[in-house]
């Protein structure tokens, strides 16, 4: 009996052993956060999952809501969501990687690289300047809603649809937000890298980085474990709807990425290790451009708070109809706040007040 009570001990053992972890995440610190989501939660709807994470370890994680509200399958860690312009930030990665190779340089003009768009008023702009959508080019693609979306538009038809006429200011001065500039930047990918935009994120990023659950999505692709997406419009208040068809491609290096908090965890941390760019290139990625609303390469970084101590934050949203993100990073502590969403009901900035004001 006494041997097989210590068997049974010793194997148990092997087995904790075996296990992963938990002891990583300070209760205490986990309990404050989830205490706080969950009342948002509860509150506003939110459907999605939060992640909390220091220095690349996390803190605090919990999935919310329904993956399918049709299946009623909930969300789980491990669900993948459509990350909107938090693609934007894989592109800024991929430019300045060409950069470090030799490529291209931030003072490169689209005439260089596309001889095509010589003759345009679009051709003297600079890749500096469609990182901080000062490009001058006017605000079409944004201002059309879905319908642009609803066509399948490679990057190069992209930019012959809505690259079109004067530049309403000149290239550098004035931030304008639109995806247009970082179809572009795509525009620029595909000819010094010789790679689509979807290989590319593969083979540069996702591959080296070890991420299985990120990529750009394809209309026609099966995708397990990837959330459908609700929206609340507008015209019609409290009444939730299923997202309205779009092509994904046609939103390419501007937002057609999937990915899942764990894999966004893994390449937050590739770009604190410099294990993407090297120290130079990270400086200049999150270098801010207060003229410009402090739009840096991928991200905006401002002066803020978290935790109440003054920091210095890089956040990046993403919003498509119900797929919307946030991720926002305390650049002197190293605190990362990550939150992926299948429905625009909760308010994620809100969230992130939320979120930040934690110790």
Same mark, same amino acid.
């Given at each position: 009996m006494i041997r097989r009570r210590l068997a049974a001990l010793a194997a148990a053992a092997t087995v904790a052993l075996l296990l992963p972890t938990q002891a990583a995440e300070p209760p205490a610190a986990a309990a404050r956060f989830d205490q706080a989501v969950r009342a948002f939660a509860k509150d506003s709807h939110f459907s999605g999952v939060v992640l909390v994470a220091d220095d690349g370890r996390p803190v605090y994680r919990q999935a919310f809501g329904l993956a399918n509200r049709e299946w009623r399958q909930p969300n789980r860690l491990d669900t993948r969501f459509r990350i909107a312009s938090v693609t934007k930030t894989f592109t800024a990665v991929l430019v300045l990687q060409a950069v470090e190779a030799g490529r291209l340089t931030l003072d490169t003009t689209l005439a260089e690289v596309l001889p095509e768009t010589a003759a345009q008023p679009f051709g003297k702009v600079t890749i500096h300047q469609l990182l901080t959508y000062s490009s001058g080019l006017p605000d079409t693609d944004q201002s059309t809603g879905f319908a642009l979306y609803q066509q399948r538009l490679s990057a190069a038809e992209f930019v012959a649809r809505v690259a079109v006429g004067d530049l309403i200011t000149a290239p550098g001065t004035t931030f304008k937000y639109k995806n247009l500039d970082y179809r572009l930047l795509e525009r620029v990918l595909e000819t010094v890298e010789g790679q689509p935009f979807p290989a590319l994120v593969a083979a540069r990023i996702a591959q080296p980085l070890g991420l299985r659950n990120t990529f750009a999505l394809a209309s026609? +692709?099966?995708?397990?474990? =990837?959330?459908?997406?609700?929206?609340?419009?507008?015209? &019609?208040?409290?009444?939730?709807?299923?997202?309205?068809?779009? *092509?994904?491609?046609?939103? /390419?290096?501007?937002?057609? =990425?999937?990915?899942?908090?764990?894999?966004?965890?893994?390449?937050? +941390?590739?770009?604190?290790? #410099?294990?993407?760019? $090297?120290?130079?290139?990270?400086?200049?990625?999150?270098?801010?451009?207060?003229?410009? @609303?402090?739009?840096?390469?991928? *991200?905006?970084?401002?002066?803020?708070?978290?935790?109440? &101590?003054?920091?210095?934050?890089?956040?990046?949203?993403?919003?498509?109809? @119900?797929? $919307? +993100?946030?991720?926002?990073?305390?650049?002197? #502590?190293?605190?990362?706040?990550?939150?992926?969403?299948?429905? $625009?009901?909760?308010?994620?900035?809100?969230?992130? /007040?939320?979120?930040?004001?934690?110790?």
């Open positions: 026609e +692709a099966i995708v397990p474990n =990837l959330a459908s997406t609700y929206f609340v419009d507008d015209d &019609q208040p409290g009444v939730l709807r299923a997202d309205p068809p779009y *092509f994904p491609e046609t939103y /390419g290096a501007a937002g057609s =990425l999937v990915s899942t908090v764990g894999d966004l965890l893994t390449f937050d +941390a590739a770009l604190r290790t #410099h294990r993407l760019l $090297n120290a130079e290139s990270t400086r200049v990625m999150l270098t801010s451009n207060p003229s410009l @609303g402090y739009v840096a390469y991928g *991200f905006w970084v401002y002066p803020c708070q978290v935790g109440g &101590q003054a920091t210095e934050c890089a956040e990046r949203q993403g919003s498509i109809a @119900g797929s $919307n +993100a946030l991720w926002l990073r305390d650049l002197r #502590h190293g605190r990362s706040f990550i939150v992926l969403s299948n429905s $625009n009901e909760a308010d994620l900035q809100k969230l992130k /007040g939320v979120l930040s004001a934690i110790r």
